[in-house]
């Protein structure tokens, strides 16, 4: 049995409520009944986190506290490296103390789930780099990530095409695709529950609603979303759920001068607990997901599947290998997006009987991403590697 090492970024925690914690929740779900591998999860501490952990007595997690001395330590490493110009390994005291914990524990595999790559290029030079892997969740590899990772883990086809233009063989590219509780996002919920949330929102019976859910940033295409609605019949309203990369941004000044004009059409929600998500899918008659970037993935259109919701989706990186034609109105990410959005919703708020069938599929198909091949597919990963 391989002895895994799976370390997160220093503002993660697990269990916890963000999407990255829910796919790892899948994997030790699974593996407290099957048992094939044995992992220790690294995190940011609170007490949520370590109450829930208890329910996993076949993982072991180290939850990682900074104090006082750990910010004087920082303060000194920053200072020392500024007057001597010299690199410091472990400038960030959550990596050190993960290290030394790695450094006893002699893991198979340290699995980084992105981070601090100045800190793991330390670990690859005490612990050797044959033993770290990367878990590539987003299209930001680079050349420099060679000399630290032996093994990359990607979330599509796509991605491992991209990592293998520029690593050019020098490491091994796996694939292993996204996986949601299937059965979390199968939940009833109640005519009085999705009436409740309708009059919170105040949605009247004959509105057809539509739902964005995902990061609020320029590549998510979200500004155009909106912007669609301007030429759409009053009686289609976006519901928007996410939370800006930069509250402070521009793309937030102009997300709300754009919700501003459109106030009676545009709902946005804003945070949701990944836990209860499903609820709001269950108010939708469709899900646009109109990124402008390359998509290394599609977990959301994994959720909107699983509740029977037909899809409109660009032509975006790894997400057309989640969706299929049969699924998702599939539209081109060009300089008419906008248009090609309001012109795809308008088809299919006018075509009951292929959002019926749109919706069948999607059920059907959103079974190829469940927990259980979630897990199948990474102890298969893991047992391949030497």
Partial sequence: MKKIAMILVPLQVCPGESSLSALLMNLLEENEKQKKVNMMIFSKYSDEAERESKKYPNTKFTYIKLGKLDKVMIFLYRAIKKIFKKKIFFLDRYYYKCYKICQKEKFDKIIAEAGAYQSYEAYAERLGRDKMVLHLHQDNYE???????????????????????????????????????????KRKVSAEQVQRLRDEMKLRAEDYVVIFCGRLFEGKGVLELIRSFKSLPDCLKLLIIGTFDDLNGEFAKDFQSE????????????????????????????????????????????????????????????????????????????????????????????????????????????????????????????????
């Fill in 143 to 185: 050349k420099k990530h060679e000399k630290i990772f032996s093994t990359v883990i990607c979330v599509s086809e796509f991605l491992k095409r991209k990592v293998e233009a520029v690593s050019q063989g020098r490491l091994l590219v796996n694939v292993l695709k996204n996986g949601i509780n299937l059965e979390k996002f």
């Fill in 259 to 386: 919700v501003g004009q459109l106030e009676d059409k545009v709902r946005v929600i804003g945070y949701v607990n990944y836990n209860e998500i499903y609820q709001y899918y269950a108010l939708a008659d469709l899900q646009v997901i109109p990124s402008k970037w390359e998509e290394a993935a599609g977990l959301v259109a994994i959720e909107g599947m699983v509740r029977g919701v037909p899809i409109i989706a660009t032509k975006a990186g790894g997400m057309v290998e989640y969706i299929d034609d049969a699924c998702a109105l599939i539209i081109e990410k060009d300089n008419q997006l906008e248009k090609n959005i309001a012109d795809a919703i308008l088809q299919l708020y006018q075509d009951k009987e292929r959002c019926k069938k749109m919706s069948e599929q999607g059920m059907q198909r959103a079974e190829l991403f469940s927990k259980e091949k979630y897990y199948d597919d990474f102890v298969a990963l893991v047992e391949s590697w030497e």
